[in-house]
């Protein structure tokens, strides 16, 4: 099979990035007449600098030489760079991405990097760029059913950055709602407003990529209703990147060490959702949202 190349999407999508966070600022404070977060930019920016082209360099060449290692040696279908082959990729990575996605939201190893991106308290295209350092050295092992189902390492890499690239402009407040039939199919503003807002209705909901069918499909929607409040269910309060990056990764570390407790369920504190304890005093976002549903109805 002839392997095309095809160029670093991410890096050429870096200056559009820049400038459209430009538009954004100006908008936002001459338009709605805000006060524009500039720390909490700053730190989303830096973040994403380092985790895109620092890290992203160095792992993205590990994460290929994997999935070459294990395509070489085994995968079902020999598909190849055809135009209906994109178009499976297409959506079969944006499907393995929802699942990668929602796990990393019921999960706390998972969480322990993903928590990066939801820590600011701000909604903005900046946010978009707010990339964990540590992801990408676990989250690729998603991907690897489909390179055993025989999706070439380069089809799915390209789709990652795509699906990446898309991503970006849905981190907006500027945008309220777009056409009914697109709201209906992909992922939007709206929709992922709702994700990363801390309203206990909203919690672990419209974990999509780019299609929200899966949401719908999988019973994990929720429409934007109520005005959205970001960032965690209990802030970290720090614009410094190295903080940002592992805070979390040392309170897990901190659970397991010093909890005493069986080896089981020290083993737990990295399987079971964020929140959980070991004495039943932690606060689940399921239980939260439980006592959401209880309360509306009661008020009916």
């Known amino acids: 099979m002839q392997i095309p190349e095809f160029p670093n999407l991410i890096h050429y999508a870096i200056p559009f990035f820049i400038v459209t966070v430009i538009i954004e600022i100006i908008l936002t404070v001459k338009i709605k007449m805000d006060e524009y977060a500039y720390k909490d930019a700053a730190t989303s920016i830096s973040m994403g600098l380092i985790g895109n082209i620092g890290i992203g360099l160095l792992t993205k060449g590990a994460v290929f030489g994997i999935f070459l290692i294990i395509y070489n040696s085994f995968h079902l279908f020999e598909i190849p ?14 499907l393995t991405y929802y699942w990668f996605h929602r796990i990393s939201h019921e999960n706390r190893f998972f969480w322990a990097s993903h928590i990066v991106h939801h820590s600011s308290q701000k909604y903005n295209l900046s946010t978009a760029l707010r990339q964990t350092w540590t992801g990408r050295f676990s989250s690729f092992v998603f991907w690897i059913p489909l390179v055993l189902i025989g999706f070439h390492p380069v089809m799915i890499i390209m789709q990652k950055s795509i699906s990446l690239i898309y991503q970006y402009w849905i981190h907006t407040e500027l945008i309220k709602k777009m056409p009914k039939w ?12 709702v994700h990363h807002a801390t309203n206990p209705q909203y919690l672990d909901r419209n974990h999509a990529g780019i299609f929200i069918i899966w949401d719908r499909f999988f019973g994990t929607f929720e429409p934007e209703v109520e005005k959205p409040v970001y960032g965690l269910v209990k802030n970290i309060d720090t614009f410094n990147p190295v903080k940002v ?13 010093t909890s005493k407790t069986s080896f089981l369920n020290k083993i737990k504190y990295l399987l079971k959702p964020p929140g959980w304890k070991h004495d039943g005093t932690g606060i689940l976002s399921s239980d939260m949202r439980k006592e959401w549903e209880q309360k509306q109805k009661s008020e009916r």
């Open 182 to 193: 697109f709201e209906a199919i992909f992922n939007t503003p709206s929709h992922h407003r």
């Open 81 to 94: 760079f055809a135009w209906w082959a994109w178009i499976l990729v297409f959506f079969a990575e944006d």
């Open 245 to 257: 990056a592992f805070l979390e990764w040392f309170g897990l570390l901190k659970d397991i060490f």
